[in-house]
């Protein structure tokens, strides 16, 4: 899916102001946590990525400067693959800020679900016995068509409460749930199908390839 540079690219030393704006961004997202590494795209100085962890240093967070701050946009355990960044960011700053090469646009972005569609995804999950808390979703939130394989999709499911799940829906002659996350029932699609709903569906793809 993914292929490894080997050649090792120089990036960025943040300024002070950059340094300071990303580490209290990054804590007001993840808490009092260890920062390892600060690096700026040089290709795109709005793009940076920060290694960090509570202890030690096991997770990347990707950034991006926009109206006056840096907001998170993506993050990874450190040991997962770094091809879910290329959604949420210019494919030269996936491969200068972590040596990956970008899969093609529609590996990377599903499509929204029309009416008929998204109204069939509702009923399979209402039906399935994967998902007997339908009830209790406020709402299926971001419904998504695969462009590589349009017999997947995928919406998270919210709640009231703040709780969300990622669902995956496989169609054969019916729209039918495969994979739900909030229990861990089904079984999981194929890595390059969670890569590719992710960004519309709005979850992060690593957080799943290997779940």
């Known amino acids: 899916m993914s292929l490894l540079l080997t050649v090792v690219v120089a990036l960025a030393t943040p300024t002070h102001a950059q340094r300071t704006a990303l580490v209290t961004s990054l804590r007001h997202a ?25 202890k030690t240093a096991t997770s990347d967070s990707l950034f991006h400067h926009a109206s006056g701050r840096w907001k998170l946009i993506w993050s990874r355990e450190s040991e997962r693959l770094a091809d879910g960044a290329c ?4 494919a030269k700053v996936v491969r200068e800020l972590y040596g990956v090469t970008c899969p093609n646009e529609a590996a990377l972005h599903a499509r929204t679900a029309n009416v008929a569609e998204q109204a069939a995804l509702e009923a399979s999950f209402r039906r399935s016995k994967l998902t007997p808390y339908w009830h209790d979703a406020h709402r299926l939130a971001n419904p998504c068509i695969s462009r590589i394989d349009s017999r997947w999709a995928a919406a998270t499911a919210t709640f009231r409460s703040g709780a969300k799940g990622v669902i995956w829906f496989k169609r ?3 729209w039918a749930v495969a ?3 909030l229990f861990g029932g089904g079984t999981r699609p194929p890595a390059r199908i969670v890569l590719s709903l992710a960004s519309c569906a709005g979850y992060s793809a690593p957080e799943y390839e290997g779940s």
């Open 30 to 54: 993840q808490g009092d946590v260890a920062v390892q590494t600060i690096s700026v795209s040089k290709a795109d100085s709005s793009y940076a990525t920060i290694r960090w962890g509570f």
């Open 172 to 174: 054969a002659a019916t």
């Open 179 to 181: 994979r739900e996350t």
């Open 87 to 90: 959604a949420f960011s210019p």
